[in-house]
Nanobody
């Protein structure tokens, strides 16, 4: 049974940091591109970041570039998202997703573009 389980969300003040984790099981994690996608209240899905199979290539949305860092540990079947200098606009449910092939940029805001999808973790940035 395939599972993606996110953790690490919570309430943080503006300027603070959080580290999200996503533990994968039931598939060959090292053969999958991994993604973080978020959904703010009453908004659609927004792609946040991607990481290649071995972790050497990483990509970020302009809205988080320079503040967020994606990484993965294939030995632990886990992908991470380090989020620094958080802003109220970062408030959202954060999902991790996996796909064996690269998801084209234009499709990354659609849930069905990904083979595997987690249940999400809430991040709230507020003073």
């Amino acid at each position: 049974q395939v599972q993606l389980v996110e953790s690490g969300g919570g309430l943080v003040q503006p300027g603070g940091s959080l580290r999200l984790s996503c533990a994968a099981s039931g598939f060959t994690f090292s053969s999958y591109w991994m993604y973080w996608v978020r959904q703010a209240p009453e908004k659609g899905l927004e792609w946040v970041s991607s990481i290649s199979l071995g972790g050497l290539s990483t990509y970020y949305a302009d809205s988080v570039k320079g503040r967020f860092t994606i990484s993965r540990d294939n030995a632990k079947n886990t992908v991470y998202l380090q989020m620094n200098n958080l802003k109220p606009d970062d408030t959202a449910v954060y999902y991790c997703a996996g796909n064996q092939r690269v998801v084209p940029y234009g499709n990354r805001r659609y849930r069905n573009a990904y083979e595997y999808w987690g249940q999400g973790t809430q991040v709230t940035v507020s003073s």
